[in-house]
Structure formats: structure tokens, C-alpha cells
């Protein structure tokens, strides 16, 4: 059974850093997108960004570059986001999501399986 599991949230100062990762079970992410999405209170889920493990090509929204990283750990089977520079605004619950193929890569409604979430808070 395909599983993912999310850590490394938690509360972190406005400029500081967290990692999260993104634990997959039950499969290997060689040939599967990983995203990793965010959702605020009363908001939509948005895509953060996503690698494609075939190419290793990832994508970012503009929101976040610059400041995340996103990478891949085949050997642990876990996907990372490294977060640099927070902001408020970053504040949210973090998801990943897997799914074997993306045109987009960063909307939520093409992944079909998911993560429990990682709660991200900014705040001094």
C-alpha cells in the first residue's frame, strides 16, 4: 500500500530555516512526481514545487524561489523540502503528494495519493 508520510514542521522564527521531509512507503519514487503543497486556513491547497525522479527536473512557484530546495533521497526513499528565509506568509499546513504523471506539476488535483501533513508556523 502506498504510503507518505510528512515531518520537520514546526514553529520557526520570520528568516529562519526548516527541512521537511516526505517518507515514502510501499513504493519507490523512481517513477512517481512528488510534490509538495501547502494550505493555509480558508485558503486552497497551492503546489510548492515538485521533482520529477525520471528527470530530476523540479519546478517552484514564484512564491518560494529562491528560497526552497527541493531534492530527493532514493536511497532512504524520501523526498525533502528545505526551507530558507521564512515568512509569515509561509505559514500553512505542508502536504506531499505523489503521483506518476504531471502537465502541470504544481496543481494539486493531479496527484492522487497523499500525505497527512506537516503544520509550518512563522511568527516572532
Known amino acids: 500500500q502506498l504510503q507518505l508520510v510528512e515531518s520537520g514542521g514546526g514553529l520557526v522564527q520570520p528568516g529562519g530555516s526548516l527541512r521537511l521531509s516526505c517518507a515514502a512507503s510501499?513504493?519507490?519514487?523512481?517513477?512517481?512526481?512528488i510534490g509538495w503543497f501547502r494550505q493555509a486556513p480558508g485558503k486552497e491547497r497551492e503546489g510548492v514545487s515538485c521533482?520529477?525522479?525520471?528527470?530530476?527536473?523540479?519546478l517552484y512557484a514564484d512564491s518560494v524561489k529562491g528560497r526552497f530546495t527541493i531534492s530527493r533521497d532514493n536511497a532512504k526513499n524520501t523526498v525533502y523540502l528545505q526551507m530558507n528565509s521564512l515568512k509569515p506568509e509561509d505559514t500553512a499546513v505542508y502536504f506531499c503528494?505523489?503521483?506518476?504523471?504531471?502537465?502541470?506539476?504544481?496543481?494539486?488535483?493531479?496527484?492522487?495519493?497523499w500525505g497527512q501533513g506537516t503544520q509550518v508556523t512563522v511568527s516572532s
Open positions: 521533482i520529477i525522479s525520471t528527470s530530476g527536473r523540479t
Open positions: 510501499g513504493f519507490t519514487l523512481d517513477y512517481y512526481v
Open positions: 503528494g505523489a503521483t506518476r504523471w504531471v502537465a502541470d506539476g504544481l496543481g494539486a488535483y493531479e496527484y492522487d495519493n
